[in-house]
């Protein structure tokens, strides 16, 4: 069973639920940590965690699982209107493979005019939805 998903009573569906979390970029260790706020609640999961793979690259790790779908994905950037310190996000194909090994890989883009691998801005957050099916 998946943590932090809680079944429903007489479920005869497969079972699922959305996980969420959010992750501050820190640009002088290239290194991600959970991002809390007392404002926001981004849930309890412990094992949804993300990690640096180099410039632009990113490595999401999520309870293993039957089936995954990231239904959001952004980064925030802590002062906005300055386009270089934008990101576009890559995502690859959510298959059973991916669901079961329990990570991906992402990858974040210029949109500037060089489109290159960019680590974001320091203090940038990733916010993240994903739908877990068990």
């Not at 926001?40 to 699982?65: E, I, M, N």
């Not at 209107?81 to 991916?98: D, F, Q, S, Y």
Request: net charge negative; proline share 4%; hydrophobic share 40%.
């Amino acid at each position: 069973m998946l943590r932090y998903l809680f079944p429903r009573l007489f479920g005869q569906f497969k079972e699922g639920g959305l996980i969420r979390a959010a992750f501050v970029f820190t640009d002088s260790g290239d290194t991600w940590a959970r991002y809390t706020t007392d404002a926001h609640s981004y849930g309890q999961a412990t094992d949804f965690t993300v990690a640096d793979a180099g410039t632009g690259l990113v490595t999401v790790t999520f309870p293993k699982c039957k089936e995954v779908e990231v239904i959001h994905a952004s980064i925030r950037n802590p002062t906005v209107g300055t386009v270089g310190n934008v990101r576009a996000i890559e995502l690859p194909h959510m298959t059973k493979t991916v669901a079961q090994a329990g990570t991906f890989g992402l990858c974040l883009y210029t949109i500037d005019g060089t489109e290159a691998l960019a680590d974001p801005v320091d203090q940038a957050v990733l916010a993240m939805t994903l739908y877990i099916g068990k």
